[in-house]
C-alpha cells in the first residue's frame, strides 16, 4: 500500500519492521537513518537529554534520569497514561521533523505493520507534527504485511488500524497481507530486546527463560510494550507446569539482579512472589494489566480473577491483588459497585491478620482500604470513605519503603480530593498542604504536581493572587525539567485566569509562552488555542486566518479544532471557552494515544 507520492530527490528510506521485542526500535530505526543519511538535529539531543538517553543510551548525560522528572504509568492504579513514554515518543517525532527539515528531504517509511508499538505511536506524532511545516513530509510508502498473533491478547491489529486512520493510512484488514511465519522478530538495543530472546527462545533453559520473562514484563510496563508484555506472559505460562517448586527461589534471584530495580520496589513487587503458583498468577497479572490498558475491561477482569485460580501454593499477597485489581477494573464499569465491593471484602479475608506478618500484608491490607474508601465515597456514604483511608494510613505505621511511601502519598491524595468533592476545598487544601514534606517531594514532579493541585485548591478557596504564584512554580519546575508540554498547558491556563481577572497584559504574555511550547511540541491545536488568546487579549497581530488554518491541521483533537476554528471565524474566541486551571495536573496524553481515536 502507498500513501502520497515522493516528488523530492532522493528521499530518506527507512524499513522500520523492527518487531514487538524492544519499545521505540523503529523509532530508533527511522532516527538512524535520517542521521546516516546527514541530519545531526541540530541542538535537539542536547536540550532534551534525558529523552534522547532513552531513545539512544550513552549518546548523552543528562542531568536527572528520565524517571527522576516524568511519571511514569501506574499498575497499582490501573492508570496508563506515562509522562516517560509520552516524552520520548514526541521528541523521537521532533527529531525526525528536524531531520527533514535539515535535509530538505522526505522520510519514506516502511513495514509499520511491523513496528513496535511505542515506535508507531511515534510515528503517528511525527506525522501531526509535520502538518506544522511544510518543509517536514512522512510519506507511508508500503505497511508490510501483519504478523498472525501468537494469541488473542496479543493480537493489536486494531490499535494498529486505529493508529494508521490517524496518519491517512487507513486499510481494511482484510486488504492487509499477513506474515504466517511462526519466528517473532527480535530487532532492537537495550536491556528490553535482550530480555525478549531470552524470554522466548526455544534453545534457553527453563530458570532462564522464566527470569527473563519477569524481568521484561516489568521492563515492558514502563516502556508500554504492551504487545510484547502479552507475547512474553503468554509464552510463559506455557512453560510453567514443567516447572519444580526448587527452582523457584532460583528464578525470583535472577530476575531481581537483571531487572531495573530502582522502579521494581514500587510496580511489580518480586518480594511477594515465592511459588510457582505465584509466577503464574504474575504473568495472568501483567495479561490483564495491558489488556486493560487497551480498555478491554472483560479480558483484564477475566486474567485478574484467573490469578487466585490455583488455590494451592498462592500466596496471601497474591491472591489479595487479584480481588484488588478484580475490583478496581469493576469500578471503571457502570452498576458493578457491588460486584467490585465484594471483590474487596474477599481480597480482606484473603489477608486475615496473623502474628508475625510481613509488612507486604500489611501493604497489601492497605491498598485494599484505599480502594474500600473510593468505593464508599462513590455511594455518597463520605464518613465511611474516610474511615477507609485512616485504616490505610494505619496499615503503613513504621513503614517507611519506597512502595509505602507510594500508597501514603496515593492516600493522603485521596483524601484531600474526597474533601474537595464533598464541597469542603479549605479542609482539601489543608490536607494537601500536609504531605509537602513527604520523601521525594524534592523532585521535579512531586514539585510540579503538588504546587499546581495546591494553586488548584487556592482559587477554590478564593486566594486568586497566591494561586497564581504557585502556578509560577508549576512553570518552573516544568522549565527545569525541559517539560514542554505541560508549559504549554499552564501557560494556556494562566492566560485563561488572567482574562478572566482581567489582566490582559499577563493574559497576552502567557499565550505567547503557551504558543511558543505548543510549536515545539508542534501540536496544531494547542498552537491555534495560544493565538486565539493573543487575540482575545488585544494582540492585534494575530492573524485569525492563520490560527484558522493551524487549527484545521489537527489531527489528535479535529472536533475541539473544527469548533475553535467557527469561532474564530465568527470574529473573536470566548474567554470562558478558553482553557483555566484545575485542582489535579493528569492529563491523558491524547497525542501519543490510538485507543480511543478512529
Known sequence: MTVGSVTADHPVISEVATGPAASYAGLRQAISDMRSSGATFGSLPTDYAAEWATLFPGEV??????????????????????????????????????????????????????TDLSSLRGFMRAFEFARMDPSARIVIDDIGAVRVPKGVEADFRADRRRCLARMDASVAESGWMIDSSPAVPTSGVGQEAGLFEAAIGDQNQLVDRLAAALSYCQAGFFSANWEGMAIVALESLHLLPDLSEARVTQILDQAIRSGDDSEAAIEFEPGILRTATDLGAYFAKVLGIQATFRGDQTSALNWFRRMREAEEGLSPEVRAQSHLYSALTLTKRKRELPAAVGELEAGFAALAPIRGEPASMRRERGWLHNLRGLTFFAEKRHKSAFEQEKQALECLADLDDASSTHLRINIYSNISVLQERSGKPEMALRTWERFAGVAGADSISFRKHHSYRSAGLKLLVGQSDVAVAELGTVLEAARAGTDDFHECEVNLELGGLHLRLSNTDAAESHFVRAEAAARRIGDPYRTAQAMAGRNTAGDSTVSTKTAIDIARRSLTHPRAAAELAAELSNGCVAIDSLPQPRTKLNRPFDLVNFQDCG
Do not use: F, K
Open 61 to 114: 548525560t543528562p542531568a536527572l534520569p528520565l524517571r527522576d522528572i516524568a511519571l511514569a504509568a501506574s499498575e497499582r492504579r490501573l492508570h496508563r497514561e506515562s509522562e516517560q513514554v509520552y516524552r520520548t515518543i514526541a521528541v523521537a517525532a521532533a527529531a525526525l521533523c528536524a531531520g527533514m527539515i535539515e535535509l530538505d528531504r522526505p522520510l519514506v517509511l516502511r513495514g509499520l505493520n511491523q
